[in-house]
């Protein structure tokens, strides 16, 4: 009796695709790692062009605060011009930093959506759903920066310094705001819903903005709010951000500002990778 010769049979379809995923190594150099990141934050941006509510709200919200801080409280202070070169400012720093609260919020829906199960199985570095996430939350407050900068210059804010000072301020609350939304980032991978995540971003954001030079000179301030105003780092980007707008002398608080900057991102970079880490494992 004979036995027929065995067939060698090639892999199948799923056997490739199984062996093109694990020939990809999951963690990548740094360029790969940022090359990744980039893609994932262009499919962050993607979905707003099917939300044109979400669209307007963080376009209208920024028009909104300088009608309230810079349009309302310059009438009550009687000098709306003065008010608004005070004032502006302030707003400009608020706008960026509540719009810091969306990095941890869509983290902590991407995790209860399920998303972070599609990026376990995908072969990219761990870091790159975070620099997705965190490069496309820094380019709508770009977005959302330059308009709340044009309806303050229309309700009467005037750019005093060189346009080289103004773009050195703006590029300050921006890598302001991209270091804490690291730490955004970080709330949202530890919250176990989106609610607490902002609940306690809210907590945290509301004594750095109100309890600063934003929109308040702290010489008139009382006692403790005083000593409080003249330690956060907020007021430090207020004042510079409205030095670098206006031309008056920065003084040191470009380099107080920088500093933070520096502290917070080497600080909340690896704890938020570590969280990530531990929530997709």
Request: with cysteine.
């Amino acid at each position: 009796m004979t036995t027929a010769p065995t067939m060698r049979v090639g892999p199948t379809g799923d056997d490739r695709r199984e062996n093109a995923m694990t020939a990809v190594p999951s963690t990548a150099g740094h360029r790969g790692a940022l090359a990744q990141g980039m893609t994932l934050a262009w499919r962050s941006l993607v979905p707003l062009r099917n939300e044109p509510g979400r669209l307007v709200q963080f376009l209208l919200q920024p028009v909104f605060m300088v009608v309230v801080f810079v349009l309302m409280f310059g009438a009550m202070s009687g000098d709306t011009e003065h008010a608004a070169r005070y004032l502006l400012p302030g707003v400009l720093v608020q706008v960026a930093l509540i719009s810091t609260n969306t990095t941890g919020m869509n983290l902590a829906e991407d995790i209860v959506n399920g998303v972070f199960d599609r990026f376990r199985s995908m072969p990219i570095a761990r870091s790159a759903p975070l620099i997705g996430r965190v490069t496309a939350d820094a380019l709508t407050t770009a977005v959302t920066i330059a308009v709340a900068l044009a309806a303050g210059i229309a309700a009467g804010f005037r750019i005093t310094a060189s346009p080289l000072g103004a773009l050195a301020g703006l590029a300050l609350l921006l890598l302001f705001t991209l270091a804490l939304s690291w730490v955004s980032a970080w709330l949202g991978l530890k919250a176990k819903s989106v609610a607490s995540m902002q609940g306690v971003a809210t907590a945290v954001l509301l004594p750095l903005t109100f309890g600063s030079s934003a929109f308040i000179p702290p010489a008139n301030l009382p006692g403790v709010l005083r000593w409080w105003s003249s330690v956060n780092p907020v007021s430090h980007l207020a004042d510079a951000v409205r030095a670098l707008l206006t031309g008056a002398p920065v003084g040191v608080h470009v380099w107080v500002t920088l500093a933070w900057a520096a502290a917070v991102t080497a600080c909340f970079v690896p704890l938020a990778v570590r969280a990530y880490t531990r929530r997709i494992r």
